[in-house]
Every structure is written in structure tokens, then in C-alpha cells.
């Protein structure tokens, strides 16, 4: 009886063994495939622990503990089956991925961040020892790479708010591995999919296609540099840098290519100044045709450095909302130029504008709704300002509010004084108590015009008494805000579905208008102050500009690190 009974227990233990292994409580062999009931192979257990790990010893950037969400939730779903690959081989689809990857390049980005040239090793490896570890790195290794790249191409690497650019990425990321399964692992048309997470915009195009011009201009060009003059060389002068300045705007498309000039002569005339001129413009240089030390500068710039330009251009393309509730205006601050867009995306109107100066005032890069119009506006002079200037120069001469038309107020806007400042008010304009505005009127430093996108930098678009200064080919010279020479034109623009607002109209309220005019916008306008020094327009002439905050240089020292990139 006692051994029948035991012999029981053993039979009951041990069905009760095999059930917990079939439920998967415990195991002693592999798992199934929850979907297909399959086997599950030990390449599974091997991508599980890569992908808890975070790391990659294989990848060009072995961390990619920035990704550890995204990729753990891809191969969950598939309870970490394989994704790129068939008994051992690389799927058609892994293919495609891969030759996509290896030309990373032609997209403004480095193929080598996606493990460009190590992926022929990796699949003849693949196929020379096909071991679970060697299957599982492969995978994942793909699929980090792909990741990468697919965030890359549509949001770019670094994050715009790492450099305090008030730009908002979030909205336009993808569910990365819910796009990854449904578009490419899954998907027939791998490449036009992945071209599909590219900025949607003309200029964008523009940008890239003009990249690859330049890389294969670099490869052409000699790097000669060009003899620089004591003083600068003007048309019709002997200059020994002929030859040189003839072969390198040929290579650029400034001097055509049936330009008929003199065979051996080292006279700057002709068709060669005109090149020249055109060089200038495409440079932000005025076009005056003479060979200083500034269009020498650009001349001699490595065409290297200029297919830098036009990559992080492409970067600073994706950090651009995709979409507007309006045409949007667009500021330029390199190019120290604004275009107002129309419904078919063309450019409606354009500008010169002048931004604010380099070091200390320089002008945010940001997006915001435009909502009214001010004509005749008041200056209200920002705290900054007041602390830094105006009261100094108060304390110099103590008529200065009433000689330059300004008002000493409360801050409900209430007037104190428009004359004599005393002790008292002085002091209260020291401790902020008291705040100092500008009377409307043509000496106004806001013009005649404000157009008004509320954001907490105080910056905004406005017509400015100072038009020569419109003529300088460099223009930073605000205290941040944006002058915009075609201010009326603009103006105008922006009420244009106000049919009463005529450009005459809009003239006549800023020359002889009732002071301080709100005119509230139908519906607001996107603007967007951005940072390019790289701009191909609509004839697809490219032009190149200064780098004059900074911003290219900070973005490549970041972009060197490699990942995981400030996120």
C-alpha cells in the first residue's frame, strides 16, 4: 500500500512538473514561439540579453542604451524572434536596410553612425559561421542601426533644445518600433518607405541634391589657395591668382563654361569680374567685383567646408515642424533675410532683415504664432535694456527721457514724467519699480510697425528708423529683435485676407495713423526664426553664409561625440 502510494505521488509530481513546464513557469529547454508554437532557438535568449544590456560591442557606437526602450519593445512583440533573418540568411528586407545604410551619406548624414562598411564583413561572417551569437548579433545590430538612422533622417540626431533652441521635436517622433514591424521588417518597398521619413519641404531637396553636387566638387577641386594682396585687387588690375580664380569659379558655376577669356593673361577683367560678382552674392558679400581680404576669405574656403554647411543645414531642416495651420514667415538669422510663404509654398515675399548682435544679444532661434499688428506702437524698453543703458544714461543727463521722446511709467502703464528726472524717479527706474517707453512717432526704435507673436524672449518684427543700415552686407546689429526693411510690405502681407488693408492703407496708418492701432490677425501665422548657413532658392543657386553665432561650430562639436546624442 505504502509503495503504491508512493509510486502515485511520484506519477502526480511529476505531471505536475511537466505541466509548469508547459505553462512556462519553468524551463528546461527552450520556450515556444507564442505565435507560430515553434521552437523558440537560443538566438532568442542571446538577443534577450543584448538587449537588457544596452550595449553592442559590434557597433561603431556600442551604446545604445538611448534606443534600450524602443528595441526592447520591437522584439517583445515577436518574443524575440529574429527579425532580419530566414534559416540563417539575411531577409530581402534586411538587405535593403543595409544597402540603405551604406549610402547614409547622400543624406546629409554618416553612414558610418549605422555601421556603413562593416556590414559585408557581418554577412559573410554570417554565412561562414552561423552560430546563435553570431545570428542574434547580427539582429540586433540591424535593428539599432535602422532605428538610428529612421529617427535621424526624420527628427535629426541632437535634439534642437540641447542648444536652447525652442524647437519641439516630440510631436513628430515616431513609434519606432511599431514602424519598423508594420513599414520595413514587413514591408515591399523598404527604400521609398524610408525616403518617406524625410522632411517634406522643397528646400530641403534643394539642400540635398546640392550636397551631392558638392561632394563631388571637393573631389574635383585642387585646394590651390589664392595669393591675398596687401591691398585688394580691382577689375582691370594684374593679379597672379588668375589662373586659379578661373578654374575654381568655373568649378563652381560662376564663370560659364563658354566664358571667352584670354588665353595666359593674368589681367582680372571681363567675364571674370562678373563671376566674381556673382560668388559675392551667393556669399552675403556685396557685389562690388573687387578681390578684398572678406571675398578672398570665401574663395579660399575648402569646398570640404562647405559640404559641412549644407549637412548640418539638412540636420537643422529636420528640427522644422512638418506642419502649419498657416504659410509660415520664416526667418533666416545667417542670411539676415525673412520670406513670408504663400499657400502653394512658394515665397510671397522676402525681406532683409537685420537680428540681433552677436555675443550677448543674440537672436533666439524659436517658433511662434503670429496674432496682431501694431502701427504706431510704443517702445516699451525691456528691463535689460533699461538697467543697462538708459538709466546710466539718466544719471549722465538728467533731461535725456524728454530728449529722446521717451516716458517714464507705472507698470500698469500709467505716465509719471516725459521730463526732468528727479532723484526719486531715478531710483525707482534703478529698482524696477518704474519702467521707461518710447513715444510712437518715426524716431521710434520700433518704427512705425510691430507685428507681434507673444514669447517670453520680447522679440518680435518691426519696421526701424535706421535704414542705412539695411545697405551693410552684415546686419547684427539689434538688441535681438528682427527690423525687417519691407516692413509695409510685410504688414500687409499678414492682413491680406483683410481686404480693407491695402498696402496704401497699411502706409497711411503708419505715416499719419492714430497712435498704438491694434489690428488683431483673422487667423494667426506661424513664424519660425531658424539657423541656417547654407540657403538653395528656388533657382537652386546656393549661397553660403558666416557662421556668426556659433551655432554650426557648437552642432559639429556635438555631432563628433557620436551617440547616444543629448536627446
Given amino acids: 500500500m505504502a509503495q503504491t502510494l508512493g509510486v502515485r505521488r511520484y506519477a502526480l509530481t511529476s505531471l505536475l512538473i511537466a505541466a509548469i513546464i508547459n505553462l512556462g513557469w519553468v524551463s528546461d529547454r527552450p520556450s515556444k514561439n507564442v505565435a507560430t508554437g515553434a521552437p523558440q532557438p537560443e538566438t532568442n535568449v542571446a538577443l534577450r540579453d543584448m538587449v537588457a544590456a544596452g550595449r553592442l560591442s559590434d557597433l561603431r557606437w556600442p551604446n545604445f542604451s538611448d534606443y534600450s526602450v524602443q528595441v526592447k519593445s520591437f522584439y ?127 528646400g530641403y531637396k534643394r539642400t540635398q541634391q546640392t550636397l551631392a553636387r558638392y561632394v563631388a566638387l571637393a573631389r574635383q577641386d585642387d585646394g590651390e589657395q589664392l595669393p591675398v594682396p596687401a591691398k585688394p585687387i580691382e577689375p582691370g588690375a594684374s593679379y597672379a591668382g588668375v589662373p586659379r580664380l578661373t578654374r575654381l569659379l568655373r568649378l563652381l558655376g560662376d564663370l560659364p563654361a563658354d566664358a571667352d577669356l584670354p588665353d595666359g593673361s593674368n589681367v582680372y577683367a571681363g567675364p571674370l569680374v562678373a563671376a566674381v560678382q556673382n560668388f559675392q552674392k551667393r556669399h552675403g558679400l556685396a557685389p562690388d567685383g573687387r578681390l578684398g581680404p ?28 512638418y506642419q502649419f495651420t498657416q504659410p509660415p514667415i520664416v526667418v533666416n538669422i545667417p542670411e539676415f533675410r525673412l520670406r513670408a510663404y504663400d499657400s502653394a509654398g512658394k515665397v510671397g515675399l522676402a525681406s532683409n532683415v537685420i537680428v540681433g548682435k552677436a555675443y550677448r544679444h543674440e537672436t533666439p532661434v524659436f517658433e511662434r504664432d503670429m496674432k496682431f499688428v501694431v502701427f504706431r506702437p510704443y517702445w516699451n524698453v525691456p528691463p535689460s535694456i533699461r538697467r543697462s543703458e538708459i538709466v546710466p544714461a539718466i544719471q549722465r543727463d538728467r ?166 546624442y543629448p536627446g
Wanted: charged residues 25%.
Fill in 399 to 564: 533731461n535725456y527721457v524728454a530728449n529722446k521722446g521717451y516716458e517714464v511709467t507705472t507698470a500698469q502703464g500709467a505716465v509719471v514724467t516725459a521730463g526732468l528726472i528727479n532723484d526719486e524717479t531715478l531710483q525707482q527706474l534703478r529698482s524696477g519699480k518704474l519702467q521707461v517707453r518710447q513715444k510712437p512717432g518715426p524716431s521710434n526704435a520700433l518704427g512705425l510697425v510691430k507685428l507681434m507673436f507673444p514669447n517670453e524672449y520680447n522679440v518680435y518684427l518691426h519696421s526701424t528708423p535706421s535704414q542705412a543700415l539695411f545697405a551693410q552686407s552684415r546686419r547684427d546689429f539689434s538688441h535681438g529683435c528682427i527690423r525687417v526693411e519691407q516692413a509695409a510690405e510685410l504688414a500687409a502681407w499678414v492682413l491680406r485676407d483683410k481686404p480693407e488693408w491695402t498696402l496704401e492703407r497699411v502706409r497711411n496708418a503708419m505715416q499719419s495713423g492714430s497712435d498704438n492701432l491694434q489690428i488683431n490677425l483673422t487667423k494667426p501665422v506661424p513664424v519660425l526664426i531658424l539657423y541656417g548657413t547654407a540657403v538653395v532658392d528656388e533657382q537652386d543657386q546656393v549661397h553660403f553664409f558666416d557662421d556668426i553665432y556659433g551655432y554650426d561650430s557648437a552642432l559639429e562639436k556635438v555631432l563628433a561625440l557620436g551617440y547616444p
Fill in 76 to 202: 517583445e512583440t515577436s518574443n524575440y524572434a529574429s527579425a532580419w533573418l530566414k534559416d540563417g540568411e539575411p531577409t530581402q528586407q534586411a538587405t535593403a536596410v543595409i544597402e540603405v545604410l551604406k549610402q547614409a551619406d547622400s543624406k546629409g548624414l554618416n553612414a558610418e553612425d549605422y555601421d556603413g562598411s562593416r556590414w559585408p564583413a557581418r554577412v559573410s561572417g554570417l554565412r561562414q559561421s552561423p552560430s546563435s551569437d553570431a545570428q542574434a548579433r547580427f539582429d540586433a545590430a540591424l535593428t539599432v542601426c535602422i532605428m538610428r538612422y529612421i529617427s535621424d533622417l526624420h527628427i535629426g540626431r541632437v535634439n534642437p533644445r540641447h542648444f536652447k533652441f525652442n524647437l519641439d521635436v516630440g510631436p513628430k517622433k515616431y513609434d519606432l518600433p511599431a514602424f519598423l514591424r508594420e513599414k520595413v521588417v514587413n514591408g515591399s518597398t523598404i527604400e521609398a518607405e524610408l525616403d518617406g521619413v524625410e522632411p517634406p519641404f522643397a
Fill in 294 to 321: 572678406q571675398t578672398l576669405k570665401q574663395l579660399n574656403t575648402p569646398l570640404t567646408f562647405r559640404v559641412e554647411q549644407l549637412r548640418l543645414t539638412l540636420e537643422r531642416w529636420r528640427w522644422v515642424p
